[in-house]
């Protein structure tokens, strides 16, 4: 029963591990750059969220309408302020997670000295219209994660037909492929950069807002770790691949959650460290990573 | 005429003798601040601190350009080891403070398979690895080495002591980086940041060699964590791994210019006032200075001061000195 139940968590908490993971690895994979930032900027949105609802009565899934285009101006700001400089450098990789890194304590540090450091929480936003909870099949759920798991599942689908059938979807993938190549097919790549860097950041702020919607409380410094989180998940999934991302966070969350059911609760962060250090000292490339399904493409070709 | 780069100039020229009698009157100064009076030795303390700290870090990543994130592991898992053995050992402080330096570099050695990954995987790798340290001490039981609440040695309390004991080290760490930059190991390790395969093609163990510059940088902040911990006389998950304990040390690098003996120091010691004034007045901002630091450094001057001089320097000098061989060495460029 406990295992059955850690499952049926591990699901809902892995499509929001899916989303930050996929948003920023679409990041790492179009431009190179590693948004240390990024789990911080999810907190960011929750707070946002927070507020909204402290402040004005707004409920989480309303507040998506603030959260979204904000963050799409802070993404696209953020792009032109720093990427141009950082492809330049002789490491793109490395100098990002360096500025990305500074850029993380700066968020964490503005939200600790404007919001202080306790821990934040929206209780039951939608209890005056659905109930409180419902039961599934012997199992509690409540009714906002059930809705955040939901909007998360929506979101998913959506992001996978952006990518697969509008222009720009197609112009990413392709960039993540092979970015010099892109070039030579007419594509604006600075363009086509800054809307993923915009996009990914709406991602990470709608992942903020469903945050205060499946765990009942979040803090300024929890940022750092979604983001080790988010690393662990796209070294796993594959590193610039969003389909990957979104099964390895699904995978992330069920281990993690039946992991917990055995060991103490504090011991939870380990896993993610632990999970991230195995995978990354065994398979840097990620599980299945493009050149490995070229190679099989290729293998293939030649044989047949 | 050949032309030649800055750092040459700099190692024959009257400045040269100029900074090293610089160098000396710091030396001479520090070491008398305690018995003269008059300065502020707390404010020294920190500032040898920061300066020992950056020089360590520089040396393995300004001399291999790994970036390791991970670093505060080593300066909390020397805190905690010069508490314990204090504590459970009864040890006198100054062998506590070894028996530290010591875990150091024993987890040194656990952390050296990390080397197998490059870049972003290796910075990504050691941070991991320090945060489940971090949380792994505050799962261990309470009489050994305080949880969550940390550890008290507030009979070891010396001042004068701790200072002197911080003074040793940062001549220490500054000999060191002398002696590393000037010897044939340092000569391989910038050729080997600067072109790995043109190394590997003259037989140099490049393993090998990282693993050295490795093992010398990880010993030295294990055992500024336990001289630190008998100054401050408590030492708690929180305090002692703050991921500041691995920034602050690589922006004070990377401003002042890696990869060498100056660069480190110019930066700790500029850097340093300015993290001084803000600490007193906000403790949060700190943080908040460190992290847009970081950015700016990293976006505007990512040579460090040095290597932006040098790289002015090469301009001014016109074509001839442009070439890559007087650009290259200080950075890394590929």
């Known amino acids: 029963m406990a295992l059955l139940n850690a499952i049926a968590t591990g699901i809902i908490i892995g499509l929001i591990y899916a989303l930050i993971a996929s948003s920023l690895n679409i990041i790492f994979g179009v431009m190179r750059i590693v948004n240390f930032a990024h789990g911080n900027f999810i907190i960011l949105a929750s707070y946002v969220t927070f507020w909204l609802w402290e402040l004005y009565g707004v409920r989480p899934l309303s507040s998506v309408l603030v959260v979204a285009p904000m963050f799409f101006l802070i993404g696209v700001a953020l792009y032109y302020l720093t990427v141009p400089r950082l492809l330049n450098a002789d490491d793109t990789e490395s100098m990002s997670l360096l500025a990305y890194f500074g850029l993380s304590i700066v968020v964490t540090a503005g939200m600790r000295i404007a ?80 809307i993923s860097f915009g996009l990914a950041m709406v991602l990470a702020g709608v992942t903020g807002v469903l945050l205060t919607m499946i765990f009942p409380a979040f803090s300024a410094t929890a940022g750092e770790h979604y983001t080790l989180i988010a690393f662990a998940i796209i070294v796993l999934g594959g590193l610039g691949d969003p389909i990957g991302a979104m099964i390895g966070g699904v995978f992330f969350a069920l281990v993690e959650q039946i992991a917990m059911v055995y060991l103490p609760l504090t011991a939870s962060p380990i896993i993610a460290f632990l999970v991230l250090l195995a995978v990354i000292m065994v398979r840097p490339g990620g599980m299945f990573t493009v050149e490995d399904i070229r190679t099989l493409r290729s293998r293939y070709l030649s044989n047949g | 005429m050949p032309s030649r780069s800055l750092r040459e100039e700099l190692g024959e020229s009257w400045l040269s003798r100029f900074l090293a009698a610089g160098g000396v009157a710091a030396v001479v100064v520090l070491a008398v601040a305690p018995v003269v009076g008059g300065l502020d030795t707390s404010y020294l303390f920190y500032l040898m601190f920061w300066v020992a700290m950056a020089l360590s870090v520089n040396l393995v990543f300004g001399y291999t350009g790994y970036i390791p994130f991970g670093y505060f592991a080593f300066y909390g898992v020397g805190a905690y080891g010069t508490a314990m053995a204090f504590i459970h050992l009864q040890l006198p402080m100054v062998g506590a403070v070894l028996v530290g330096g010591g875990l150091g570099v024993v987890l040194g050695v656990i952390f050296l398979p990390m080397f197998r990954v490059e870049g972003i995987y290796f910075a990504i790798a050691t941070f991991a690895a320090a945060w489940a340290i971090k949380i792994g001490i505050t799962l261990t039981p309470e009489g050994l080495t305080g949880a969550a609440t940390g550890l008290y040695v507030s009979q070891a309390y010396d001042p004068t002591a701790t200072y002197y004991a911080m003074f040793v080290v940062t001549v220490a760490v500054v000999l060191t980086t002398l002696w590393l930059d000037r010897s044939r190991y340092g000569t391989m390790l910038r050729a080997m940041r600067d072109d790995p395969i043109a190394v590997e093609m003259s037989g140099i163990n490049r393993a090998r060699l990282r693993s050295f510059a490795w093992m ?61 004034i803000l600490w007193s007045a906000l403790p949060l901002g700190s943080y908040f200075v460190t992290g847009i630091m970081l950015m700016v450094v990293v976006l505007v001057f990512p040579r460090g001061i040095l290597g932006e001089f040098e790289y002015r320097e090469a301009l001014v000098r016109g074509a001839d000195s442009l070439s890559l061989e007087n650009l290259l060495p200080d950075r890394g460029e590929k």
């Open chain 1, 115 to 194: 919001w202080g450091a306790q821990s934040r929480g929206i209780p039951s936003p939608y209890e005056d219209v659905f109930p409180l909870s419902v039961q599934v099949a012997g199992m509690r759920f409540a009714t906002a994660r059930l809705i955040g798991a939901g909007t998360a599942l929506v979101l998913l689908g959506l992001l996978l037909w952006f990518l697969y059938n509008t222009y720009y979807g197609k112009a990413i993938r392709a960039m993540i492929q092979n970015r010099e190549a892109t070039k030579f097919l007419g594509i604006k790549t600075h363009r086509v950069s800054a």
């Open chain 2, 216 to 276: 010398l940088s990880v010993f030295f902040p294990a055992i500024i964590g336990g001289i630190d911990t008998w100054n401050t006389t408590v030492i708690s998950p929180e305090g002692g791994f703050d991921v500041l304990l691995s920034i602050k040390p690589i922006l004070y690098a990377l401003f002042g210019g890696p990869g060498t003996l100056l660069g480190p120091i110019l930066g700790a010691s500029t850097l340093y006032v300015i993290d001084d």
